[in-house]
């Protein structure tokens, strides 16, 4: 018998691919499934995009590139994260991974050793908890959102880093300035690292841009790592780019692991990657952005007209996380969720998958026809339990 990992055998599936790939396999069995799980744009790339892709195939830029990713598109990135936050990456300071998972994969094993803690802030996206565990470390978590008191908590009970994810997924939170500046105070008053997921940073349905713990102590840059990508923003998810900008030493050590795992990323999406980071599809992206917002609208005015459903408007990202109120299987969201797939043939994420039992998470990357029907079949799936 083989004995297997610790850490390998300690981590658990992904909920939200896990829920995709059913709701998937009813539909090829005909079923009509309305998927409200995606994490995902429906939108194709944009067309200056793809051609960029073919382009570099037809030059011939088939072969593998730097581990840590073609010198344009590090320089690019650089130069543009320097200008959005204000600071100054070099390209030697950016790692271009397979998506941004990749990236924050890599960058939690070089930072974190057996048995150190890591603080995760409720609700967590899926990956953190798993990542952190692959590593050997121990996630711990916080009781409701993120603020100063749980952070100075975390760091006095022994955790040696924190990661931040606004706006978030799953709930589409973004913090207030003032909010954040608490945060940053906070954080800077420790030794705590930083990690600051900002794969939906260009999703934001606010004026102004989203508060960032960088804005407020750039001081601390030495000790934290941003990371974004092309997936979200760019309805890029299946060209796998992503990256990381931080201290020297820290993305050296997640160079390395790349270097000796996965090599360098796809080096055509790494050309495409840089089509879009140059701004060639500026316009589509707006576009998106534009129908993400009135989808959000839409999502949330029907969600907050159910009875049983409380629903806080999502400041960013495409989703909605609503709390089932009086539902019998309220405190046990995977059940629930398997019940609402398998009789009305809707696909929404199980709370229970980010920390927040109680929870649905509704994803409005999804068409208005969908989210109306998918949404109006939710409310009668909960009318039909309340009244039994
Ligand atoms: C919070 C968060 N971070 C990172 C990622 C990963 O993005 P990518 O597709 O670039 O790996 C996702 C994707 O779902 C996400 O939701």
Same mark, same amino acid.
């Given at each position: ?5 610790a ?7 992904s ?28 939108? %194709? ?13 037809a ?15 590090? #320089? ?10 204000g ?12 998506g ?12 974190? !050793?057996p ?6 802030? #409720? ?15 121990? %996630? ?27 706006p ?7 913090? !207030? ?14 030794n ?24 407020f ?28 900008l931080?201290p020297?030493?820290?993305v #050296? ?12 990323p796809? !080096? ?6 840089l ?12 576009g998106?952005?534009d ?34 109120? !009086? ?11 398997g ?50």
């Amino acid at each position: 018998m083989i004995k297997y990992s610790a850490a390998a055998s300690s981590l658990s599936p992904s909920a939200t691919l896990e829920l995709s790939a059913r709701a998937k396999a009813l539909a090829a069995e005909g079923r009509d499934i309305i998927a409200l799980s995606a994490g995902q744009p429906d939108f %194709p790339t944009p067309a200056p995009i793809v051609q960029a892709a073919l382009d570099a195939i037809a030059a011939g830029k088939t072969g593998y590139t730097a581990s840590t990713g073609i010198p344009e598109l590090k #320089r690019a990135v650089a130069t543009s994260w320097s200008a959005r936050r204000g600071l100054e990456w070099s390209p030697s300071e950016v790692i271009v991974s397979c998506g941004a998972k990749h990236s924050l994969a890599n960058l939690i094993a070089a930072a974190v !050793s057996p048995g150190e803690k890591v603080l995760l802030p #409720r609700p967590y996206w899926v990956s953190y908890p798993e990542m952190v565990k692959a590593s050997g470390g121990v %996630p711990v978590f916080t009781g409701g959102e993120l603020d100063a008191d749980e952070i100075i908590r975390a760091a006095s009970e022994g955790a040696v880093g924190v990661l931040l994810n606004y706006p978030s997924n799953p709930a589409g939170t973004v913090p !207030s300035a003032s909010e954040m500046k608490d945060i940053a105070e906070a954080v800077a008053s420790t030794n705590m690292w930083v990690i600051s997921d900002d794969i939906y940073e260009d999703l934001s349905y606010l004026d102004g841009s989203v508060p960032h713990i960088l804005d407020f102590r750039p001081d601390i840059a030495d000790r934290t790592v941003v990371v974004s990508g092309v997936s979200k923003t760019y309805a890029m998810t299946g060209w796998r780019i992503g990256f990381a900008l931080g201290p020297k030493e820290w993305v #050296r050590l997640s160079g390395l692991i790349q270097a000796h795992s996965t090599s360098n990323p796809c !080096s055509i999406s790494q050309w495409a990657a840089l089509a879009a980071v140059q701004g060639a599809a500026e316009n589509e992206r707006l576009g998106m952005l534009d129908s993400f917002s009135e989808r959000r609208d839409i999502c949330y005015n029907l969600l907050s007209e159910i009875d049983g459903l409380e629903t806080v408007k999502p400041d960013g990202a495409f989703y909605v996380f609503p709390r089932l109120l !009086s539902d019998p299987d309220r405190l046990d969201t995977q059940r629930f969720c398997g019940e609402l797939l398998n009789t009305k043939g809707v696909a929404a994420v199980p709370g229970s998958a980010f920390g927040s039992e109680g929870h649905l998470r509704i994803s409005f990357a999804a068409s208005e026809e969908n989210i109306r029907e998918g949404i109006s079949r939710l409310a009668e799936f909960l009318h039909g339990r309340l009244r039994t």
